[in-house]
């Protein structure tokens, strides 16, 4: 049996970066029809169960009540009977559910926080992540039909790896004990406010670690982009402590399309590469706070010791083109 989980989180794509930028917006409603496309998609490529994370949109509830009456739904559907109380932590919950069970794939519908949150659980499950966030690096912005394409290849594979790499991530440390991991970056600042949990004014941040960098993408993860590609196949990243204001520090300046819409004067003090194994360090002159992929997660007091080592501890994180050429290779579409 051949089976795929659904992760959709009902809050992507509307934190205070739609309100500060001209981000694009992708309702409750569009999600619902991106996620009719991935259970047609993947059941018609041979899925026959689909498990979906419990959310308060009751997308899975949704999509199973339209497909079936509209005659549909072939794949047996079932919403998880796990408890939900509308935060990051029903993702990660729910991918451990996955993990756990062994699930063929899960599909992640969400914005780099939404993927962080499943990365933190999955090990071994290959990932799909699909874009529906806002300043989204580390998901995929791709078709839902597509995504359910791959998905459903990869969960039938008898060696899916073959179609997914193992992601980097970031790990934070406080005074030698972990705290967090990242995907794309791992931004410090020194906005102690956390009740919009995203980040996006450059003038506080003091810190950048960024495991890809690249001037396509929108957020911190292009300051570093900006000054040098890192892609998510290399095995290093990027850390730029940043001056603020202070230009006469700065031994490069450049501006970064760190919002949508918006490219931001960055002045950059230094530049330091970092390589799997390797740990960017500091001591904090004072109170501040990390955000991870975007969103503040990590207080630290000052004088406390910060250290961000760089692993491929990541998800397994399917390619998407790679895993359909190869389903071409092998006959996967052929009716004969």
Not at 251 to 262: L, S, W
């Amino acid at each position: 049996m051949s089976s795929i989980g659904i992760i959709a989180n009902p809050a992507s794509g509307k934190d205070i970066r739609r309100l500060v930028s001209y981000a694009t917006t992708i309702d409750n409603q569009e999600k619902v029809n991106i996620v009719k496309r991935i259970v047609l998609a993947a059941q018609s490529v041979g899925v026959d169960q689909i498990y979906f994370m419990p959310d308060s949109f009751q997308f899975g509830w949704i999509v199973i009540d339209d497909l079936e009456i509209d005659g549909k739904l072939t794949a047996s559907c079932e919403v998880l009977q796990i408890p939900y109380m509308a935060c990051a932590e029903d993702t990660t919950r729910t991918a451990a559910w996955m993990e756990e069970h062994r699930l063929g794939c899960v599909v992640v519908l969400g914005g780099d926080g939404t993927s962080r949150a499943a990365a933190k659980s999955l090990k071994n499950v290959p990932l799909v992540a699909v874009s529906t966030g806002t300043n989204n690096v580390y998901p995929d912005y791709t078709e839902g039909t597509v995504a359910g394409m791959a998905a459903g290849i990869t969960a039938g594979a008898d060696n899916p790896e073959e179609f997914c790499r193992r992601d980097k991530r970031i790990e934070v440390s406080v005074n030698g004990e972990f705290k967090d991991i990242a995907l794309v970056d791992a931004v410090v600042s020194d906005d102690l406010w956390i009740g919009s949990r995203a980040i996006w004014d450059a003038d506080k941040i003091e810190y950048i670690v960024a495991a890809r960098a690249h001037p396509a993408s929108i957020g911190f993860s292009a300051a570093a982009g900006c000054l040098e590609v890192i892609r998510p196949e290399d095995d290093r990243a990027m850390a730029l402590q940043l001056c603020g204001r202070e230009e006469e520090k700065a031994v490069r300046k450049i501006k970064a399309p760190i919002a949508a819409g918006i490219l931001s004067p960055i002045n950059i003090q230094s530049v330091q590469e970092l390589h799997i194994g390797g740990t960017y360090s500091f001591a904090a002159s004072h109170h501040c706070m990390i955000a991870l992929d975007g969103e503040r997660e990590v207080r630290v007091r000052e004088g406390e010791t910060v250290a961000f080592k760089l692993t491929r501890n990541g998800p397994l994180h399917v390619n998407i083109e790679q895993t359909l050429e190869k389903a071409v290779q092998h006959g996967v579409f052929s009716r004969d």
